[in-house]
């Protein structure tokens, strides 16, 4: 079921949550919603679950509208809400059975439900147990398989993994992974490495607008700006190479970062690569390079700069 979001706005009060937000979600994708606290994501998220109605706009679920057909919409999503909100005292097969109840299962399919959400989840070993004496690892296992009991296509992921260590967060990560091999995924996080790890595709929202749609390396290239290499060059004294280089037309600075290694930093011009011409004046001039990298900027980086207000 693709997700078409066609201009959503909605106010709290004076505040615009969501300001005029459109973009689609192919079927089958996992996609990562981004953004600083406050940016919009929860809000986008429930308006698709049909949790809250927008002002303005449309979400259109399968072709049906948020507005008319919520109840069809509910049948095809899965929600797993952020701090993931359970029954602390009830254990893991009564309301995983609850859940399932509410949500209109058959009686006899409820048993074979939720044997098949213990196991996708890996529940096994814990099945008896009370919620409250649980991991919040595997606190967060029994809300995807909340989520998951009707069998959604379309399972809606609150920041999933907040509040882990870094194991759970790994497990929890992989239980996404393969989940997503069946079901369309939309999952909020505002860690960048977090949806550069599970997702196909990036939307960064910032203050209610969406700043980026695309793939991690689509991103990087996005705010990469011009061409930074880090060049090793031996076989010729220091300033001499350097003069050498900056006589390369492409090339706007150069900045030694380690005189011993004879290390440089060198940034082009905007739009050109200066890569050939380096190797050129080297061979030329009888340099040998030990070392030609092109420098990324980390994610984190980018992400500062597309959120900047
Ligand atoms: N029920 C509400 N009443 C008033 N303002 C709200 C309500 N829910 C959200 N907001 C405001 O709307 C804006 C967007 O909030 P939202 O929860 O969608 O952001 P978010 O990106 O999910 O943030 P976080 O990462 O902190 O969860 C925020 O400024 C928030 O304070």
Redesign the pocket.
């Known amino acids: 079921m693709d997700i078409v979001v066609e201009h959503l706005t ?1 106010r ?2 004076p ?1 615009k ?2 300001d005029n937000v459109s973009f689609r979600v192919k079927a089958g994708e996992v996609l990562g919603f981004l ?12 308006a698709m679950a049909c949790f ?1 109605k927008p002002e303005e706009g449309d979400i259109l679920v399968g072709g049906y509208s948020i507005h008319d057909h919520p109840e069809i919409i509910k049948k095809n999503i899965g929600y797993l809400a ?1 701090n993931n909100p359970l029954y602390q005292e009830m254990n893991i097969i009564d309301f995983l059975e609850f859940i399932a109840k509410i949500h209109g299962i058959p009686k006899y399919l409820i048993p074979e439900r939720i044997l098949d959400m213990i196991r996708t989840c890996g529940l096994e070993g814990e099945k008896h147990k009370l919620i409250g004496e649980l991991s919040k690892g595997y606190q967060q296992r029994v809300g995807l398989a909340q989520a998951l009991i009707h069998d959604p296509d379309i399972l809606i992921l ?2 999933p993994t907040t509040g882990l260590d870094p194991n759970q967060i790994v497990e929890i990560r992989e239980l996404i992974k393969r989940i997503g091999k069946e079901k369309t995924v939309i999952l ?1 996080s ?1 860690i960048l490495a977090e949806v550069e790890a599970t997702c196909d595709r990036i939307l960064i ?1 910032n203050n ?1 607008r969406i700043v980026v749609d695309g793939t991690a390396a689509e991103l990087r290239k996005q705010a990469q700006g011009n061409e930074i290499l880090k060049l090793g060059v031996q076989g010729g004294d220091i300033d001499h190479i350097f003069e050498s280089l900056f006589e390369i037309e492409t090339i706007d600075s150069i900045d030694i970062i380690d005189v011993d290694k004879q290390l440089f930093e060198i940034q082009s011009l905007p739009n050109t690569t200066s890569v050939k011409a380096i190797f050129d004046t080297c061979v030329r001039n009888n340099y040998y390079i030990t070392e030609l990298t092109p420098t990324e900027k980390k994610l984190e980086d980018i992400f500062r700069i597309l959120t900047l207000h």
């Open positions: 909605k709290y009060g505040q949550a969501v953004g600083p606290n406050g940016a919009g994501k929860t809000t986008t998220m429930k809250i952020e609150d920041e909020s505002h929202i209610g």
